[in-house]
T-cell receptor, first 112, second 119 residues
Framework: GDSVTQMEGPVTLSEEAFLTINCTYT??????LFWYVQYPGEGLQLLLK?????DKGSNKGFEATYRKETTSFHLEKGSVQVSDSAVYFC???????????FGQGTRLTINP | GAGVSQSPRYKVTKRGQDVALRCDPI?????LYWYRQALGQGPEFLTY????????KSGLPNDRFSAERPEGSISTLTIQRTEQRDSAMYRC?????????????????FGPGTRLTVT
């Protein structure tokens, strides 16, 4: 079945460091790929998405590129801020399906 | 505008009791989804509706779980005879329509969740 595997956390970085959170997936066909973020005390919010191979999703300085050849959708940010501290979830939605399949989440803490 | 709301935000119940969790989607959203999230895990799909019709309930773990959306707006997820393993965060999401459109997919907007604890 479809699945998403994320880099295990927690991840702790200093402010202005470079961030990568790895995400790989298993799915038939060409799923859409997503990164969701959950800030403390809040619900899940869509951070960015990509719907086909080589698409790059970006938002708030975060980027992720849909890599079909490596079945990956790694999240990157060049310079993190304390306000980026949150739990990040990678997810997919198979074409024709209606449900999101999530990874286990990666907790990110940024220290000043 | 108002986002997805869920109530109660926290629910503590004794094993064997029934619980009802409510979701109020964004006004006008056709599709409504329920997910369950265990501690330290990502959300897992339970069921979804288009309008009042339940389209897929393949993720409901057993027949103690049921959901309804009788008027195509507010939805209730009911768990009968709760067990300790039912303890989790229950998340609701809504989207303008189901799935995808040319060049994209409809975003699912999530509510804050209901934290259920069964003692």
């Amino acid at each position: 079945g479809d699945s998403v595997t994320q880099m295990e956390g927690p991840v702790t970085l200093s402010e202005e460091a470079f961030l990568t959170i790895n995400c790989t997936y298993t799915a038939t066909g060409y799923p859409s790929l997503f990164w969701y973020v959950q800030y403390p005390g809040e619900g899940l919010q869509l951070l960015l998405k990509a719907t086909k191979a080589d698409d790059k999703g970006s938002n708030k300085g975060f980027e992720a590129t849909y890599r079909k050849e490596t079945t990956s959708f790694h999240l990157e940010k060049g310079s993190v801020q304390v306000s980026d501290s949150a739990v990040y979830f990678c997810a997919l939605m198979r074409q024709g399906a209606q449900k999101l399949v999530f990874g286990q989440g990666t907790r990110l803490t940024i220290n000043p | 505008g108002a986002g997805v709301s869920q109530s109660p935000r926290y629910k503590v119940t004794k094993r064997g009791q029934d619980v009802a969790l409510r979701c109020d989607p964004i006004s006008g959203h056709v599709s409504l989804y329920w997910y369950r999230q265990a501690l330290g895990q990502g959300p897992e799909f339970l069921t979804y509706f288009n309008y009042e019709a339940q389209q897929d309930k393949s993720g409901l773990p057993n027949d103690r779980f049921s959901a309804e959306r009788p008027e195509g707006s507010i939805s209730t997820l009911t768990i009968q005879r709760t067990e300790q393993r039912d303890s989790a965060m229950y998340r609701c999401a809504s989207s303008p329509r189901t799935g995808g459109y040319r060049g994209g997919t409809y975003e699912q907007y999530f509510g804050p969740g209901t934290r259920l604890t069964v003692t």
